[in-house]
């Protein structure tokens, strides 16, 4: 289910476009402005949750059993 930016909590997938029409990449929100993603070719990373990846979010969604838990 599609959620606000305001409400999005740990677990929520972050779907971004980077460099592209079309959404193209996702991460998982961890809480405290970080997130965890996964850039082909490396190991899965937590980065800040900044203006970079921000700017590129089209939406924030929540596995629908998790919304009113």
């Known amino acids: 289910v599609e959620i606000e930016p305001a409400e ?3 677990g929520d997938m972050i779907m971004m476009r980077i460099q592209s029409q079309v959404t193209n990449h996702a991460a998982i929100y961890l809480g405290n402005n ?3 993603h996964h850039n082909q070719g490396n190991l899965s990373t937590r980065v800040p ?3 970079y990846w921000r700017n590129r ?3 924030i969604v929540r596995r629908k059993e998790l919304i009113d838990a």
């Open 57 to 59: 979010t089209v939406r």
């Open 8 to 10: 999005m909590r740990e």
């Open 49 to 51: 949750y900044g203006d």
């Open 34 to 36: 970080l997130m965890l």
